[in-house]
């Protein structure tokens, strides 16, 4: 039998990629570049019996599908730089508390209302320190509008599998592009759900580190009861201030995802090998970077591109050891220097890092990266 | 008639953060016995609360409780109502959290008209950080940070739940104990959004800088400035000035509430695609 193959865009991708994943429960507000994931959720969760609303504000969304993911259903919500800026404390707050969650940031230009249908990339430090405090931070980029299909699912099996808020932001070109898309079958990409409690009601913490550093999560309603919070809080839920306590549980909520970066983060070397000008580039700036590595290629520049998939956690060890090969690193980017600053925290000065910058709403073309090679080389 | 509070309390939970004199506390015991005469089942039953002293009422009641962010009890318990429908959703709170920062979650519940029940205690002050002002603090009252008088109006928050579309809204007070658990009773039998005011006192924050000397002051101010509102139809508009009207003040039978239209939402979505 063959697969089912449609031409869809980004953000539609995106929403067909949480059904697949089992999610059954979206909360929204609209906000461009980001609408259409609403809109087909409005659509296609009540015929699977999933539920969609749309909530007053955007901290009103973020608060619903936390509420959804602690009575057991796995819930999206979509939005664009203001409404993540709106939804930062509660991000925490699932952090913290430790929900399971999907959140799709479109990017688009900023600060405050920027350029509403501006493609732009300058979210991605906000990925991980928009929310006050320490926290764990897994962050998606994909680039093409099958990658958003499968790394949605990937961020519900992160979100599930780790117990913590997962982000997946692709820049409006990729969100709004239209593109082939071959549907997996049912099963061909695994699907993962929260480890469900073995102890019997009575015996049961919601966050029990007996069983290692992710507890397993019951669903309110499914015959559990416990208490959470977004103070700092003991095994058993109840909040504490014993500074031992809430150093460790701090440090845990971190390691959830340090201690396991390798399972999430993915990234993809194009021609990085014998390369003496590396391009660091994710989202639709790489597919710009890929042409001019080829361009390069051909003129007798050894270029290679390393596109991140997984943007937090960085891999910073891979970027360390390719520094001490490489003369340079150029980072396209639509941002000032977002992601140039992280490859530049990782190298230990051992190669110099170029930047190419557009917050002015045009994407980075290959022409100025290979004219940038050409400078560096 | 006796009430089993302890199966209700959490053990080793107790003493709780409530000052001397606060009204939290029996408004919490008007829960409980609210829960108790109803046979309510702590699994099923989940208490959402937001951020000051109020919204840690959850922590002592033992059911699935969820103490959220300020101000968004009624959007995580819209969540949470929306994947368990059966279940029975309570949100609890003060008046700052539910009607100032939590107010536009406050009044959209109200507008669904989500089967859900929402206890404000209004006890007119930010208690927990020290007795700023909040929504519903009355004009020319102090407060930490209304030092000369308040120059703010006061939300009236049952008119403000009425006018937004709750089926289902009274309002008793900290002083009238026994009417409390009465009007939970009602309110979260009520097919719809229920709101129940709390007319509550906070003596360390608000009396003290109000020149009211004690507690029972406090206590027997909130008797004397309000009127049963069956009492209130057989009175003048004189003598209802400065009073405060309490019991059920609205209540609107037959119109649909918000899971059940949204299962509606399912069967034509589903319907339309065999």
Known sequence: MSKKVAFLQGNEAAAHGAIYAGCTFFAGYPITPSTEIAEVCSVELPKVGGKFIQMEDEIGAMSAVLGASLAGAKALTATSGPGLSLKQEIIGYGCIAEIPVVIIDIMRGGPSTGMPTGPSQSDIMAAKWGTHGDHPAICLVPASVQEIFDETVRAFNLAEKYRTPVMVMPDEIVGHMRERIVFPEPGEIPVIDRTAPSVPPEKYKPYDTSFGDIPPLAAFGSGYKFHVTGLNKMEDGFPTTKAPIVQAEEERQVRKVEANKADIMKWEEYMVDDAEIVVVAFGSTSRSARFAVNAAREQGIKAGLFRLITFWPFPEERMLEISKKVKAFITPEMNLGQCNGVVRGCIEGNAPVYGIYHVDGEPVNPEEILKKMKEVK | ?274
């Open chain 2, 1 to 274: 008639m006796s009430y089993d509070y302890e199966k209700w309390i959490r053990p080793g939970k107790l003493p709780h953060i409530w000052c001397p004199g606060c009204g939290h506390g029996i408004v919490m015991k008007g829960l409980i016995r609210a829960f108790d005469t109803l046979g309510f089942k702590k699994e099923n039953t989940c208490i959402v609360s937001g951020i000051g002293c109020a919204s840690r009422l959850p922590g002592y009641i033992d059911c699935c409780t969820l103490h959220t962010a300020h101000g968004r009890a009624a959007a995580f318990a819209t969540g949470v109502k929306m994947a368990r429908p059966e279940m029975d959703v309570i949100c609890v709170g003060g008046d700052g959290d539910g009607c100032a920062i939590g107010g536009n979650h406050f009044i959209h519940m109200c507008r669904r008209n989500i089967d859900m029940t929402y206890i404000v205690m209004n006890n007119k002050i930010y208690g927990m950080t020290g007795g700023q002002f909040s929504s519903s603090t009355p004009t020319g009252a102090k407060a930490s940070t209304t030092p000369y008088g308040n120059p703010d109006p006061a939300f009236d928050i049952a008119k403000l739940a009425i006018g937004a579309g709750a089926t289902f809204v009274a309002r008793g007070t900290a002083f009238h104990a026994t009417q409390i658990d009465k009007l939970i009773v009602e309110a979260v039998q009520h097919k719809g959004m229920s709101v129940v005011e709390i007319l509550d006192d906070c003596p360390t924050t608000y009396g003290r800088r109000n020149k009211f000397k004690s507690v029972v002051e406090m206590m027997n101010n909130l008797k004397e400035t309000t009127v049963p509102v069956k009492a209130a139809e057989k009175m003048t508009p004189e003598q209802l000035q400065g009073k405060v009207l309490t019991g059920v003040l609205y209540k609107e039978e037959g119109r649909s509430d918000y899971t059940t239209e949204y299962a509606k939402v399912i069967e034509r979505a589903q319907a339309a695609k065999k």
